[in-house]
Each structure stands twice: as C-alpha cells, then as structure tokens.
C-alpha cells in the first residue's frame, strides 16, 4: 500500500510527465471489482473527464489528486498508477483508464481494495479521509507540523494510553502515515509499536519526532520505498529496514534476529534488543 513517501512520489511524477496531457477517452470500471469505490454514479465519468486537461497534482496523505480544469480526481492508497507511452501495452484489468490525445495512457487499478474518486467544481466531495489528510498539517510542512504539534499529538487524552503504533499509525491521526512506514520509523528512535505513549521521556519523544522526520523525508527524497512501485513501475530508491523481506535476518544494528509479529491489524517488524517496548 502506499503511504505518505509514494503519495509525494507519484503526484512528483504525475506533474513531470502529464500536465498539459489532454483527455481524449475514458474507460471506466471495464474489470468488474467488488472492492472498487467510486464517487457517484462511475458512468459519469466520461462526460466528467474527456476534453480536460491535467493541471496539477499533489499528495492528500497518502492519497493522489490530479487537479484538471474544472474536475478532480483522487486515487486512494490501494490503487495502482501507472503511465503508458503511446503505443505501449496498458494492463489488460484496470478500473479507469484514461487516454490522451497524445496516444500516451494512465491506467488505474485496485490492488485489494481502493476508491477512485472523481467529481466537479461545485460538486460536493466528503470523503473523511480526503477531508482530514487536507486539514491536518502534513510531516513535510516544517512550520505546522513542529515539534509542539507532535507533542499535541501524543498528549492528546485518546492518544497518550495508546501505544506506538495504534498512537502513529491508526485513526489518520497523521494522514499518509500507515503501519508500513512506521516500520522504520520506530526502528530508527529505537522503540518498539508496543512501547506505551505515556512511558515515552521527553528525550525519547524528540528523537522519535526528528525520525519521523528524517525517514519520511528520506523516503520521498529517494523516490518511496523499495516495496512499493511508482508511476513507471519502478520500485522506490529508499530501501526498508523493517519489511516481510526483514524476517529473521540480522539487525543491521546488533544482529539480533528481526522479529515479526501480527498486531492491532497488520504485521509490526522491529528488533526486541534496540527498540525498548
Ligand atoms: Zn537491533
């Protein structure tokens, strides 16, 4: 799934390779899925879309929007993007494909489940996760997400009995963060998903703030992680520490066996001798 680093990395490569791109045909829905979530009423999308052009695009979280004129469209973290040179094979199942009148294509697909989303000026979108990823300051904005807001975060009443990874990772408290990045995040402050919120020193707490920093901040330098594919299909330049590939294997701190273990809805990966829990 995609989070935060690839988010930044697509709507990046989505801006260097198709603004200017102008919408010759749509195809919608064409792969039947049941886990494929759209806005409205998908056979609109046509009629939305053909004979605009792409404008921008930028991150919401962990999510992608393409701004055209007069339209938006929103990829959510379980979609797949990827471009097509003109005269280059497009998947044979997607949900949306969009052609260009330059014979070039973006074609879009649900991995497990995902929402497509695409509405007009005017056209009321309230989608939660959208709304929250576009109020809540995101990691990379340095003036809003400062060190006060993270703490703000963490002594929160709901957040400060939670542990680490239910603090960072779950209720889109900090949108475009998931369980994947976090990873890495807790390995490099040296403190496990189980460890407490409350139980956290105002020295631990800093550190974990400057790691969530730095590693999200070099993950999208490096164009996302290495688990994760861009618009070209490519895998990301940032190589994860803490993956399923980690299993096992030595601590690249201490050789200590990296430990995986299912927990609160998904698998945590991290080393019980560097991060205190
Ligand atoms: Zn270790």
Redesign the pocket.
Known sequence: MIELPEANTLARQIEETLIKKTIKSVLVASSPHKFAWYHGDPTQYPDRLKGKSILSAEAAGGMVEIKLNHAHLLFSDGINLRFHQAGDPVPSKHQLLLSFTDGSALSASVQMYGGLYCWIDGDPFDNAYYLAAKEKPSPFNDEAFDEAYFLQILTNEKTMNLNLKAALATQQRIPGLGNGVLQDILWQAKLSPHCKVNTLSAEETYTLFLSLKQTLAEMTHLGGRDTEKDLFGKPGGYKVIMSSKSEGTP?P????PIVKEAYLGGSVYY?K???RS
């Open positions: 601590c701190e201490c050789g200590a080393c001798e560097c991060q």
